[in-house]
């Protein structure tokens, strides 16, 4: 098949497939894909080299598609849609979570202390969950853990303590001090080691909190502090929530059930998993790519924000807050 046939045909090709195709033909490192099942896998580095021809004529398929169908003349783009995956496939990720794809990074802002929680109440059998931390370093090697079997030095990372049962509901917290950390990466998850899964506790919850000091005078649970609480309900023995970038302060979204093990030190995965999803912007569909296509598919011109007269980003400030589309309207702002 010629590029003009399928030029010809262009809107009979789904545009998600060709963001998909393009890059997947432009990525050749390890990378993770997650099942329909939501499992994840690693796939090792592509050997097969592609040609820069191949890559521009999926564009110009692209291109094709997007042509005429938005009446821009000057748009300014956000820096943060390159850092936002596309939610191309709108699988149902936890309640309570934003509305991103796995992937996406978000800045932490101004925030000295990262708390994690969880919170559970067995039904009748005694449930013993574990928040850790799996700590690595720039290349997604093992440096150390905090969790039930270690409660951290303190000064980095402070484990509130292991809870092994919880009949009238029970909490555990690891605080992060962000300025303190000298791993790279921060994994944080939630083991279930013994009892009820997920979905058969009366209750069960996670999230992180921000906060600007963890001393005896502050509350355990502040509202006002709270970035997430995700209802945790589905099965598998090891939830991931998110990985934490340090250096660059970053929070990247995961959100994934896994078989695991009862020691996430243990797991050899982990450190492939966190290596495909450090770098999963680079590897899938973004926001800030697919504006730049509409931009150049309708012959339009980007400004500075001031001068433009259609914005892209993620506040309701802009023309169009990428944050509020759904379902199929995520590919066409």
Same mark, same amino acid.
Not at 34 to 55: C, S, V
Not at 130 to 158: I, K, M, P, R
């Given at each position: 098949?010629?590029?003009? #046939?399928?030029?010809?045909?262009?809107?009979?090709?789904?545009?998600?497939?060709?963001? %998909?195709?393009?890059?997947?033909?432009?990525? #050749?490192?390890?990378?993770?894909?997650?099942?329909?099942?939501?499992?994840?896998?690693?796939?090792?580095?592509?050997?097969?080299?592609?040609?820069?021809?191949?890559? +521009?004529?999926v564009e110009s398929l692209i291109l094709c598609k997007l042509s005429g169908t938005k009446p821009w003349q000057r748009v300014w783009?956000?820096?943060?849609? &390159?850092? $936002?995956?596309? /939610? $191309?496939?709108?699988?149902?990720?936890?309640?309570? $979570?934003?509305n991103l794809a796995r992937g996406s990074r978000l800045p932490l802002g101004d925030v000295s202390v990262l708390r994690l929680f969880?919170?559970?109440?067995?039904?009748?059998?005694? !449930?013993?969950? &574990?928040?850790? $931390?799996?700590?690595?370093?720039?290349?997604?090697?093992?440096?150390? +853990?905090?969790?039930? %079997? +270690?409660?951290? =030095?303190?000064?980095?990372?402070?484990?509130?303590?292991? *809870?092994?049962?919880?009949?009238?509901?029970?909490?555990?917290?690891?605080?992060?001090?962000?300025?303190?950390?000298?791993?790279?990466?921060?994994? /944080?998850?939630?083991?279930?080691?013994?009892?009820?899964?997920?979905?058969?506790?009366?209750?069960?919850?996670?999230?992180?909190?921000?906060?600007?000091?963890?001393?005896? &005078?502050?509350?355990?649970? #502040?509202?006002? !502090?709270?970035?997430?609480?995700?209802?945790?309900?589905? =099965?598998?023995?090891?939830?991931?929530?998110?990985?934490?970038?340090?250096?660059?302060?970053?929070?990247?979204?995961?959100?994934?059930?896994?078989?695991?093990?009862?020691? *996430?030190?243990?797991?050899?995965?982990?450190?492939?998993?966190?290596?495909?999803?450090?770098?999963?912007?680079?590897?899938?569909?973004?926001?800030?790519?697919?504006?730049?296509?509409?931009?150049?598919? %309708?012959?339009?011109?980007?400004?500075?924000?001031? #001068?433009?007269?259609?914005?892209?980003?993620?506040? =309701?400030?802009?023309?169009? =807050?990428?944050?509020?589309?759904?379902?199929?309207?995520?590919?066409?702002?």
């Open positions: 098949t010629t590029l003009h #046939d399928l030029q010809s045909r262009v809107e009979q090709i789904p545009l998600p497939l060709l963001l %998909n195709t393009y890059c997947a033909l432009n990525y #050749d490192r390890d990378r993770i894909v997650i099942n329909k099942n939501g499992a994840p896998h690693t796939l090792n580095k592509r050997t097969q080299h592609i040609e820069p021809e191949i890559l +521009h004529a783009i956000d820096p943060q849609l &390159d850092k $936002l995956v596309i /939610p $191309l496939q709108a699988r149902k990720q936890s309640d309570g $979570l934003l969880v919170y559970w109440h067995e039904s009748t059998v005694r !449930t013993d969950l &574990d928040l850790s $931390l799996l700590q690595l370093n720039s290349t997604f090697e093992y440096v150390g +853990h905090v969790g039930w %079997n +270690h409660y951290g =030095n303190g000064s980095e990372v402070a484990h509130s303590g292991d *809870i092994q049962s919880a009949p009238l509901g029970a909490a555990e917290f690891i605080d992060i001090r962000l300025s303190s950390i000298q791993a790279d990466y921060l994994m /944080p998850s939630i083991v279930r080691f013994t009892g009820e899964s997920f979905s058969q506790l009366k209750a069960c919850y996670a999230g992180w909190m921000k906060r600007s000091t963890v001393s005896s &005078d502050t509350k355990t649970f #502040d509202a006002k !502090t709270v970035a997430e609480k995700v209802e945790v309900y589905r =099965n598998g023995r090891l939830w991931i929530p998110f990985l934490l970038d340090v250096n660059a302060q970053e929070i990247i979204y995961i959100d994934l059930y896994s078989s695991g093990r009862n020691t *996430i030190e243990s797991n050899p995965h982990l450190g492939h998993l966190a290596k495909g999803f450090a770098a999963y912007t680079q590897a899938k569909p973004t926001f800030g790519q697919l504006a730049r296509w509409y931009v150049k598919a %309708n012959g339009a011109k980007l400004v500075d924000k001031a #001068d433009a007269e259609t914005t892209l980003g993620v506040d =309701n400030s802009c023309t169009v =807050n990428v944050l509020m589309l759904a379902g199929e309207g995520v590919t066409s702002f």
